[in-house]
């Protein structure tokens, strides 16, 4: 919620209120609400959420929204409904708030978590889910072949009811249309909350279990470490991106004319990649290849990069060494893994006319392969303020016509292929402020070398037998210096 609107307010009242309605039965008298068992679920709960707002962990600890859903299935299975939900309220409202307004998030929290393990229990009791679960007497074992359907109707429930509320005060306090704010929550959800489902299950069990609640502890540490993992590798995941926004920023500062263009070779390189199959682990890969692919220019004299005029050749074979410094740049950054030979090897041309060392055809590394199309097809295609880039159609006819001397033929049919499925927008503006992504008119051009157009990202140091491209930067009055040093 980027602020709490009138809207938002009114909304939250609403969940608030349905979430006193569904904790209120279990404080009447007579209610035969179990309160040591609730005392002690409650006191877990909270004693889980309190260490993420104590200064001696800070951001370190692993508490997250989601890192305790088993703990408050295991009560939607083993309370009432409305004592389940009064499990959530305490944690909820003192639990860790990264974002303002703090008061109001953890208001909100409180409701909504209340409000779903109501939902949870509700249904975990519909499905006769308790009487499987046994009890503390002799000969009351638990049901569990039987136990786990009314414990994954349980989280079913749980999920759906837990997204719908997200996306709706999405919806509200962002004023998205519902099904953008919907969109994805419950599938990205259903899986991890079924997970938690069976840990709540095992956790209910081994309560209900001879050794009583302290046996239900055995599964609360796994969990939490297992929390800890995660978490962990979420800040590394994010400091590998900051490391990367960093390098691109660099390379925006130092060369005006490309601004952006990294971006989206990175999202190009990606379309490529998800055509041809490449496992997700991979896509993130070449996505920090297409991104960091010209990350070399750092290394480049400013004064040439942004020359008026023709180049000399001493000056063109100092940009022609490019790949090599990015590689040299990169070579200690481990995540990068395959990146780091695309960095050297995307000026490689199939026909082994390229540089930094001339390889040919199955020698160039599968990812250079992908972002040199991926590098051509965004110069083509992208406008800048001298000119106007080509259309997405007309640089497929001439990636096409260089495939098999220039550029790979696969890549070049995957492209299309991930064009003609998914569309191509080009959002940034080159030569502004504007980062990389910023929405904006579009950018960039193909690069040339005097006497020598085509659509590739480059310098490259024979010339092509194919007659002058139109468009590719041969367009009398509408080349810039700048396209020459790509």
Request: aromatic share 6%; hydrophobic share 45%.
């Amino acid at each position: 919620m980027r602020a709490t609107r009138g809207a938002a307010r009114a909304y939250i009242a609403t969940v608030v209120l349905g979430a006193l309605c569904c904790v209120i039965p279990a404080l009447r008298s007579g209610a035969g609400t179990p309160w040591v068992t609730v005392a002690l679920l409650t006191g877990l709960y909270l004693a889980c959420e309190l260490p993420g707002r104590c200064p001696f962990f800070g951001s370190s600890m692993p508490i997250r929204a989601g890192s305790f859903f088993p703990l408050l299935l295991a009560a939607a299975f083993l309370l009432p409904p409305a004592a389940a939900a009064l499990v959530a309220v305490p944690g909820s409202l003192v639990g860790r708030v990264e974002q303002a307004p703090f008061t109001a998030r953890r208001v909100w929290r409180a409701a909504q978590l209340a409000v779903t393990v109501w939902a949870a229990s509700s249904v975990h009791g519909l499905f006769g889910g308790t009487a499987t679960l046994g009890g503390t007497g002799p000969g009351r074992l638990p049901d569990l072949p039987y136990a786990i359907l009314p414990a994954c109707a349980a989280a079913l429930a749980f999920s759906l009811v837990l997204t719908s509320l997200d996306g709706s005060i999405l919806a509200v306090a962002e004023r998205l249309p519902l099904r953008r704010a919907w969109s994805g929550l419950l599938p990205r959800s259903l899986g991890p909350h079924l997970v938690h489902g069976l840990a709540g299950l095992m956790m209910a069990v081994l309560w209900r279990g001879p050794y009583g609640p302290l046996s239900a502890l055995i599964v609360l540490l796994p969990m939490y470490i297992s929390c800890w993992v995660f978490a962990q590798y979420h800040r590394e995941h994010a400091a590998h991106r900051a490391t990367i926004r960093a390098l691109v920023q660099a390379v925006d500062i130092k060369d005006t004319y490309t601004r952006g263009h990294s971006e989206r070779v990175g999202r190009a390189s990606v379309l490529i990649a998800r055509e041809l199959g490449m496992d997700p682990g991979r896509l993130e890969v070449v996505r920090f290849a297409g991104i960091l692919h010209d990350v070399g220019k750092l290394g480049v004299p400013t004064r040439v990069l942004r020359k008026d005029g023709p180049l000399t050749p001493e000056e063109r074979q100092v940009i022609e060494l490019h790949p090599e410094y990015g590689h040299e740049i990169v070579r200690g950054i481990g995540f990068l893994g395959e990146a780091r030979a695309a960095i050297l090897h995307h000026h490689e041309r199939l026909d082994g006319s390229g540089y930094p060392y001339g390889l040919s055809g199955r020698e160039i590394p599968e990812f250079a392969r992908v972002v040199a199309v991926a590098d051509a097809f965004d110069a083509m295609t992208s406008t800048r303020s001298y000119r106007r880039g080509r259309p997405v159609p007309a640089a497929l006819e001439e990636l096409k016509r260089c495939a098999g001397t220039q550029f790979d033929p696969q890549m070049v049919r995957a492209l299309a292929r991930g064009l003609e499925r998914h569309g191509w927008s080009a959002v940034t503006m080159a030569g502004t402020a504007d980062g990389p992504g910023v929405p904006g008119p579009r950018t960039e051009s193909a690069e040339t070398v005097p006497g020598r157009p085509g659509p590739s990202g480059g310098l490259d140091r024979v010339p092509p037998p194919q007659p002058p491209a139109d468009g590719l930067g041969a367009v009398p009055g509408a080349q810039s210096p700048a396209d020459r040093r790509r």
